[in-house]
């Protein structure tokens, strides 16, 4: 169920790479826990990461989950959409839902990430 | 006098089902180091004829009821319809919660809803939250407001701002890095335009200034408002005085990106000091900011209009310590009132009263600043407030005018270096033309 | 049913609730001159008398309250409010007293704050106390100010401020304004402060430790002086929250417990009403050390009666205007008098007594999560229910209602899944006690039986269940004027 081609991060962050353009978003896991999205905060364009640093948050009716970028570099593009319409974060997390997209720092920052199976043998640590 | 609804029987079977013996039984898990092992020392239970005896003593025991009073400053003597005292009191209103549980406080969020619409209206802004503690505490938490919206650490704050709101502002942002600066005032009584250009700068969260100010001085805050955007930095604008914004233009159409202040004058009594409310708005933009509790409209499952506390994630029960605030009771109640005040004098009622506080202040300026060695300390446009300059001493001035029932005003010695001969005079609608007639004679008497 | 509209709808030009009388003085030329004076006010209500009473009144209708049944929301001690507080409070007297006015004309006023001070003193063990602050959440903030200008005169502010995991929400943010970082202690198995984690977390950068005791269970910290002992012997005080006094009252003292710092909700404990969410209050008591360090002003006892005293060079500033929320301080110490001392004892007593019981009539058909003993509430979880049934705690809350009680709290204290924080207080009759206890039974017979019945409720409620969801994605937070007009 989670991209084969997408990193993730052990807070539930994801990353999907296209040269140096990094697009980064939560998992489908991470949006059934928060419940139904309200709210995203995003960063300013132009504004440059590091690795582990808050993108912004995540707001349901009753939580709050900070983002935290996955890799280093400078923010792109965020997606306007969810400003809108933050329910595509709960609809479509790996594709509508997506946040920010970065130009990435350092593609050793990946080294770091798991890959979609071994999210998926971490998830089934989480739950049982 | 008990107010325990267990008789002895169902105490004894309530007991029995629980498992012990006794009610003291139920705190062996206190250890027995921190049991108290007396009574407390505390007076004997009273019956209410006693209680009621004994406190309207103590009610009695005040006699500022009997003097003629003319103190304002931040706290005002304005007339409260009956309908005000008689629908709050309402049992409904006064005994629940916080509307945790919409479907069963619909009257209390429709109150806020309604309360949220009044003073966006008033303040000319596009959100309100649903109370602060008083204007106090609205004029702190809208400092530390501006400071999360700019990330800038300076914080300008008008020197004619009253002085227990500098205090808080003080004691709020002492141990979280912020600078505050004072910008003094002119002859006007108003703020230093130049001096406030000069210490605006990059660095500058914003600007808090209060109309009318503490000495009862309308401001410029249009100019101010431009000296704060100018360098991108906020404008939060203070009323002490809310009934101001019955008449004078609102403040967020004049540029304030917040306004808030003391509501008190909304159906609240003196009440030494509270309980009061604080109010505030912001523009849109900024809700995400905004300190406090906010009502908002939905629907039901059925598609009926209906309302609940929301934005809660600003709140310390789920942000906790990156909260907006740390506010949790507010002063609810008293908002209440407030919208019960607002909705009873309407848009008529509450411009004529504005009118008649500026016109008895206007006479009681001019018939006191006739006495010989009397004038306005600033030549500024005011209110239902000013200052007046004595030729003696106000302190003394105003003891010599209680010795003749009258409280005249709030000596300002203790407040600003050399204002000893100052004296704030605040004059509402419910003085009559006879009592300020009264305050002209006596003051002439006591300073011949 | 019918919804009230708001006043804005109802709302018709030239219609008026009020009556200025004529202006008395002549009016001046002019005296508008240099203000900007606004058009009328866009949208503001136009309404008549009756209209206005009738809109309030059947606001009022929607609006469950203690006076009307069982309200059980823990950790806010919904007691029964005595009318004679009410009537004392709106006292001319009391009621229209100026703040500013001079000492001599307010001795009435200042004794009421001396007093109340004194009792709360002795209600709690402390050596002083300010009525200053005016909820809870405003008392934290000024403890936790006290404690940091108490190290600060020490020569050391420090750093960081621990706080268990079942900790209000209140409190880490309290802590965050004072200047502190704030670092989370977990919890023992038993839910209460875990002695060895505090002892591996207390250090030299650590300001102070808040507790609520009982705690957010309900729980006695059986632990308390041992806790005092581990964060005193490292230079740090002990905070203590005092929201659930209730279980104590006249049974045992914080001061006695090795409490710096306490404050206390005069809304919760001493029976002033929420009046829907406020006025509150919180006073703050302390230790000998911290005395210098209260807001200013502070009542004192002069020659002549009562005064109040400006002069405190080490006093952390005023947290709000004036001396707090006053009236709600005439009422707290209305219901101290009215109570003496074994009615202040009792308060504590059949409250414990009340929760205890509630708890043995319900343990088995719903979940305790902890089992260590109750004080003043209890709290049980969903987990039987929603194990088999897939009902929640906010099914089974918003079912009660349907009943005609208000649900208990909900989700708090976080180490709690599904929570049921029921607190009963002392006042509720063994008939109201008994019927919700019946309710409860019957609700989870019905989670058995059809499930889909509490999924929908309530279903005799003037709304039903609303989406808080929507209200949030699209805030809607002032009526506006229909596009169409």
New interface residues.
């Given amino acids: 169920m989670y991209p084969q081609n997408f990193y993730f991060t052990k807070d539930h962050e994801w990353v999907a790479v296209d040269g140096d353009t990094a697009t980064i978003g939560i998992s489908d896991f991470a949006q059934k826990q928060l419940g139904?999205v309200?709210?995203v905060?995003q960063p300013e364009i132009g504004k440059v990461l590091a690795v582990h640093q808050t993108i912004g948050s995540i707001?349901?009716?009753?939580?709050?989950s900070e983002v935290f970028a996955p890799v280093s570099g400078e923010v792109t593009a965020i997606n306007a959409e969810l400003g809108t319409a933050?329910?595509a974060v709960n609809q479509d997390p790996h594709g509508k839902g997506w946040i920010i997209r970065l130009k990435m720092a350092n593609q050793a920052d990946l080294g770091a990430l798991m890959k979609a199976a071994d999210y998926e043998k971490y998830l089934e640590g989480l739950t049982h | 006098m008990s107010y325990i609804a267990l008789s002895d029987d169902d105490k004894r079977e309530m007991l029995a089902r629980v498992g012990v013996r006794t009610p003291a039984d139920l705190f062996h898990c206190i250890p027995e180091g921190v049991r108290l092992r007396r009574l407390l020392n505390l007076p004997p239970a009273m019956a209410e004829p006693e209680l009621d005896r004994h406190m309207s003593g103590i009610a009695a025991k005040n006699t500022y009821g009997d003097y003629l009073s003319f103190l304002g400053a931040g706290v005002y003597d304005h007339f409260i319809p009956s309908i005000v005292d008689s629908l709050s009191s309402r049992t409904e209103f006064v005994t629940p919660y916080t509307p945790y549980q919409p479907e069963v406080a619909q009257g209390t969020l429709q109150a806020i809803f309604e309360y949220q619409t009044l003073i966006c209206q008033l303040t000319g802004l596009d959100v309100s939250n649903a109370s602060l503690y008083d204007g106090a505490h609205a004029a702190a938490e809208a400092v530390l407001m501006i400071h999360r919206l700019t990330g800038r650490n300076r914080i300008l704050v008008a020197r004619s701002l009253h002085p227990q709101y500098r205090e808080t502002i003080r004691t709020y942002t002492r141990n979280v890095g912020l600078v505050i600066e004072e910008v003094g005032y002119g002859t006007c009584g108003g703020l230093k335009s130049a001096e406030l250009r000069e210490k605006m700068g990059d660095d500058v969260a914003g600007i808090l200034v209060q109309s009318p100010n503490f000495f009862g001085v309308v401001e410029d805050l249009k100019a101010c408002a431009e000296t704060a955007h100018a360098r991108k930095g906020l404008l939060a604008a203070v009323a002490a005085e809310a009934l101001s914004l019955g008449l004078l233009e609102a403040p967020g159409k004049m540029g304030a990106d917040i306004v808030c202040g003391e509501a008190q004058s909304f159906g609240l009594p003196p009440a030494f000091g509270g309980p009061f409310l604080g109010f505030m708005a912001c523009a849109k933009a900024h809700l995400?900011q905004l300190p406090g509790r906010v009502a908002g409209q939905t629907k039901d499952v059925d598609g009926k209009r209906g309302f609940v506390l929301t934005l809660?994630?600003r709140e310390q029960h789920?942000?906790r310590e990156?909260a907006t605030s740390n506010i949790c009771s507010n002063q609810a109640w008293c908002a209440l009132r407030a919208t019960m005040f607002l909705e009873t004098l309407g848009r008529e009622g509450l411009r004529e009263m504005a009118l008649q506080n500026v016109h008895k202040a206007k006479y009681a300026a001019t018939v006191l600043s006739k006495i010989p060695g009397v004038k306005l300390r600033f030549s500024g446009p005011f209110f239902n407030e000013f200052v007046l300059d004595l030729p003696k001493d106000a302190a003394a001035a105003a003891a010599a005018l209680k010795a003749k029932g009258i409280l005249g005003g709030l000596p300002l010695g203790g407040f600003e270096p050399d204002a000893a001969k100052a004296l704030l005079v605040a004059v509402t609608e419910v003085r009559t033309k006879a009592s300020i007639d009264r305050l002209a004679a006596a003051l002439e008497e006591v300073l011949r | 049913m019918i919804r009230e509209p708001l006043i804005f709808e109802l709302s018709a030009k030239g219609k008026r609730a009020y009556a200025m009388p004529a202006l008395d003085v002549p009016e001046a030329k002019g005296a508008l001159d240099g203000l900007a004076v606004r058009d009328g006010i866009e949208g503001f209500p136009e309404a008549s008398e009756v209209e206005i009473v009738r809109h309030f009144t059947r606001l009022s209708q929607q609006n469950y309250c203690v006076d009307e049944g069982f309200y059980p929301l823990g950790s806010c001690t919904m007691k029964y409010n005595p009318k004679i507080n009410e009537k004392i409070a709106a006292l001319p007297g009391f009621a229209g007293v100026h703040p500013y006015a001079p000492a001599d004309t307010v001795q009435g006023c200042l004794e009421v704050l001396k007093r109340t001070e004194d009792y709360l003193c002795e209600i709690t063990g402390f050596e002083a106390f300010t009525l200053q602050p005016s909820a809870g959440a405003q008392g934290e903030l000024t403890g936790i100010m006290l404690i940091r200008a108490a190290l600060a005169k020490r020569g050391n502010p420090r750093k960081v401020v621990l706080i268990p995991d079942s900790a209000h929400g209140t409190n880490p943010s309290s802590a965050h304004l004072s200047g502190y970082a704030v670092q989370e202690i977990k919890s023992n198995p038993d839910g209460g402060i875990d002695l060895e984690e505090l002892a591996r977390c207390m250090n030299e950068d650590v300001a102070a430790l808040m507790v609520t005791n009982p705690n957010t269970l309900g729980v006695f910290e059986s632990n308390i002086r041992r806790a005092a002992e581990i964060v005193h012997a490292k230079g740090g005080f002990l905070y203590m929250d005092g929201a659930n006094m209730n279980a104590l009252t006249g049974i045992a003292r914080p001061g006695d417990m090795g409490a710096d710092v306490l404050h206390v909700n005069l809304h919760k404990t001493f029976s002033t009403p929420h009046g829907g969410g406020g006025p509150g209050s919180g006073p703050v008591g302390v230790v000998k050390e911290m005395v210098p360090f209260l807001p200013t002003p502070y009542v004192v006892r002069t020659a002549n009666g009562y005064g109040l005293d400006d002069d405190r060079p080490d006093s952390i500033g005023r947290v709000r205007g004036f001396y707090g929320n006053f009236l709600v301080v005439v009422k707290a110490l209305t219901y101290i008098l009215a109570l003496g001392p074994e009615g202040v004892r009792e308060i504590a007593e059949i409250a414990v007594l009340n929760a205890n019981y509630i708890r043995k009539s319900l343990e088995g058909i719903y979940n305790l999560p902890y089992d260590a003993p109750s004080l003043h509430e209890v709290v049980f979880d969903d987990k039987i229910q929603k194990d088999a049934y897939g009902v929640t705690n906010l099914d089974i809350a918003k079912r009660l209602i349907d009943y005609g009680f208000h649900p208990p709290t909900m989700?708090f204290p976080l180490i709690v899944h599904g929570a049921l924080m029921i607190e009963p207080t002392e006042t509720e009759s063994k008939r109201d006690l008994d019927g919700f206890i019946e309710t409860m039974k019957t609700i989870a017979e019905e989670a058995k039986a059809d499930a889909g019945l509490l999924k929908a409720a309530p279903h005799h409620s003037f709304v039903r269940r609303l989406d808080?969801?929507a209200a949030?994605?699209n805030p809607v937070l002032k009526w506006e004027k229909p596009k169409s007009e």
């Fill in positions: 139904d309200v709210f905060e707001e349901s009716v009753k939580a709050v933050p329910e | 995400r809660s994630t789920i942000r990156k | 989700s808080e969801t949030a994605r």
